[in-house]
């Protein structure tokens, strides 16, 4: 196993266990007993000039407002600029892959906005590498904010010992399935193997029932779904750091066996037909809205989903085995999507005691809206007895059975690298293609990109 694996395994191991002493106090009885996160006693900002008017820019990935994530930003960004009249919070709010985009070409002009999204690791360094983010240890220091967050999660945005962003979340793949249309196509058990997966895909078709759905449009969807599948048929964790550290390559027979796999799932009809034109939202409002059976994604969907008219019919399962290769209890391992800060912000230290704020208020505000499942910060709270669901009370659970995993693919490779992946796998969305052209076509990119 290798650092990257052992430091995420430790992290979720303990972490949802789950934990809100995330407001820089301690946690407090509820009338029920139940121990609920505590709200921040911490001072709202430290902003000095106060009556001097600021606006900060916050550019997000929540921008359906109907959504749990996007509820939490509304009411946190309320709540503060209620308490500081001086300070506008424009939200810039896009889907994914929107927000990638628009970030590259900010990052060109060197023009960030005051607070943006980055994800972790590979991903974030090259704007670090060119200074565009704000170290943020001394924000991390201010009311105690670093102690709320689960041990080891910063490292995945800390460079040369500087921190550079906030994790929204700290997730798992899973499968999330209708129990109704499960029944409905007389399908008693959900499947363990991959055989039994397509199975079932065979069945719903059969039944007139969309198998599954996904938002190809953002292409990252396809690419952490084709992921799991290589954790399988690579019979554990460590594929892509193998290729860096030239133990392999991409031609290798599991690689190969993990295209040939995915493709058996779209070649079978798995998805809704167009799904390179549904974005992400879009995709998943499909499964919210009961025309699918199966939604692969990351744990931090439970809240909108749990939220949904299907709601209270939704199940969940571990990816299956891939011809007798894999361990359930590997899973795709998702540090999220983080809060950073211009560099060059002209409100530098009044964005900083506002995300301050935020962070600090982030675990509550997702307590109150059902929504903590797979955050990054420590939990405490009993989430059966706080009136959570069967579904988030099980997803919870899965995370002390974690036993390893590998992270997403361009949070592991370089931008380049990465692009030519989220095409490929894109792609096979469109038409089937050759297997090993596929890997052959990841190994030209890798070797072009790592001279």
Same mark, same amino acid.
Request: hydrophobic share 40%; net charge negative.
């Given at each position: 196993?290798?650092?990257?694996?052992?430091?995420?395994?430790?992290?979720?191991?303990?972490?949802?266990?789950?934990?809100?002493?995330?407001?820089?106090?301690?946690?407090?009885?509820?009338? $029920?007993?139940?121990?609920?996160?505590?709200?921040?006693?911490?001072?709202?900002?430290?902003?000095?000039?106060?009556?001097?008017?600021?606006?900060?820019?916050?550019?997000?990935?929540?921008?359906?407002?109907?959504?749990?994530?996007?509820?939490?930003?509304?009411?946190?960004?309320? *709540?503060?600029?209620?308490?500081?009249?001086?300070?506008?919070?424009?939200?810039?709010?896009?889907?994914?892959?929107?927000?990638?985009?628009?970030?590259?070409?900010?990052?060109?002009?060197?023009?960030?906005?005051?607070?943006?999204?980055?994800?972790?690791?590979?991903?974030?360094?090259?704007?670090?590498? $060119?200074? #565009? #983010?704000?170290?943020?240890?001394?924000?991390?220091?201010?009311?105690?904010? /670093?102690?709320?967050?689960?041990?080891?999660?910063?490292?995945?945005?800390?460079?040369?010992?500087?921190?550079?962003?906030?994790?929204?979340?700290?997730?798992?793949?899973?499968?999330?399935?209708?129990?109704?249309?499960?029944?409905?196509?007389?399908?008693?058990?959900?499947?363990?193997?991959?055989? $039994? #997966?397509?199975?079932?895909?065979?069945? #719903?078709?059969?039944?007139?029932?969309?198998?599954?759905?996904?938002?190809?449009?953002?292409?990252?969807?396809?690419?952490?779904?084709?992921?799991?599948? %290589?954790?399988?048929?690579?019979?554990?964790?460590?594929?892509?750091?193998?290729? %860096? *550290?030239?133990? /392999?390559?991409?031609? *290798?027979?599991?690689?190969?066996?993990?295209?040939?796999?995915?493709?058996?799932?779209?070649?079978?009809?798995?998805?809704?037909?167009?799904?390179?034109?549904?974005?992400?939202?879009?995709?998943?409002?499909?499964?919210?809205?009961?025309?699918?059976?199966?939604?692969?994604?990351?744990?931090?969907?439970?809240?909108?989903?749990?939220?949904?008219?299907?709601?209270?019919?939704?199940?969940?399962?571990?990816?299956?085995?891939?011809?007798?290769?894999?361990?359930?209890?590997?899973?795709?391992?998702?540090?999220?999507?983080?809060?950073?800060?211009?560099?060059?912000?002209?409100? %530098?230290?009044?964005?900083?005691?506002? %995300?301050?704020?935020?962070?600090?208020?982030?675990?509550?505000?997702?307590?109150?809206?059902?929504?903590?499942?797979?955050?990054?910060?420590?939990?405490?709270?009993?989430? /059966?007895?706080?009136?959570?669901?069967?579904?988030?009370? $099980?997803?919870?659970?899965?995370?002390?059975?974690?036993?390893?995993?590998?992270?997403?693919?361009?949070?592991?490779?370089?931008?380049?690298?990465?692009?030519?992946?989220?095409?490929?796998?894109?792609?096979?969305?469109?038409?089937?293609?050759?297997?090993?052209?596929?890997?052959?076509?990841?190994?030209?990119?890798?070797?072009?990109?790592?001279?």
């Amino acid at each position: 196993m290798s650092k990257t694996q052992k430091v995420v395994l430790g992290l979720l191991s303990g972490a949802l266990a789950v934990g809100v002493t995330a407001c820089g106090t301690s946690s407090k009885k509820d009338s $029920e007993g139940t121990k609920a996160p505590a709200t921040s006693t911490a001072p709202a900002a430290t902003n000095k000039a106060s009556d001097e008017k600021v606006t900060i820019t916050f550019q997000n990935i929540y921008p359906d407002p109907s959504t749990p994530s996007a509820k939490t930003l509304a009411k946190i960004v309320a *709540d503060y600029t209620a308490a500081h009249p001086n300070v506008k919070i424009e939200l810039d709010s896009l889907n994914t892959d929107q927000q990638k985009i628009k970030l590259k070409t900010q990052a060109a002009s060197q023009e960030l906005p005051d607070i943006t999204i980055v994800n972790p690791a590979a991903q974030m360094e090259p704007y670090v590498k $060119e200074g #565009l #983010l704000a170290p943020l240890n001394d924000m991390l220091d201010q009311n105690g904010l /670093k102690d709320t967050f689960q041990t080891g999660i910063l490292d995945f945005y800390t460079f040369d010992n500087n921190t550079y962003a906030l994790p929204d979340g700290n997730n798992v793949g899973v499968m999330f399935y209708n129990k109704a249309l499960f029944k409905q196509a007389g399908i008693a058990n959900t499947p363990t193997t991959f055989d $039994e #997966l397509l199975a079932d895909v065979k069945t #719903l078709k059969d039944k007139g029932i969309q198998p599954m759905v996904i938002g190809e449009k953002d292409s990252w969807t396809g690419s952490f779904l084709f992921m799991n599948v %290589l954790l399988r048929t690579n019979n554990g964790p460590g594929f892509l750091k193998d290729v %860096l *550290d030239k133990k /392999k390559t991409f031609n *290798d027979p599991a690689f190969v066996e993990a295209v040939d796999s995915f493709q058996k799932l779209v070649q079978a009809g798995a998805f809704q037909a167009g799904a390179t034109s549904v974005d992400y939202n879009a995709g998943e409002n499909l499964f919210k809205t009961g025309k699918a059976a199966m939604y692969y994604m990351g744990s931090w969907a439970t809240g909108s989903i749990d939220g949904s008219q299907v709601g209270k019919d939704v199940g969940v399962f571990k990816f299956p085995t891939i011809n007798g290769k894999g361990n359930v209890d590997e899973f795709m391992l998702a540090p999220g999507s983080a809060f950073a800060i211009s560099a060059k912000s002209e409100h %530098l230290q009044a964005t900083k005691d506002f %995300l301050n704020y935020f962070m600090l208020n982030y675990p509550k505000v997702k307590f109150d809206n059902k929504d903590i499942v797979g955050v990054a910060q420590k939990v405490d709270a009993d989430l /059966k007895a706080a009136g959570y669901s069967d579904l988030a009370v $099980e997803i919870n659970g899965m995370f002390s059975a974690v036993k390893g995993g590998d992270l997403a693919f361009d949070n592991t490779m370089n931008p380049a690298t990465a692009q030519e992946h989220l095409n490929a796998i894109q792609n096979l969305f469109v038409q089937k293609t050759d297997s090993a052209a596929v890997a052959k076509q990841h190994q030209t990119a890798f070797e072009a990109n790592n001279k």
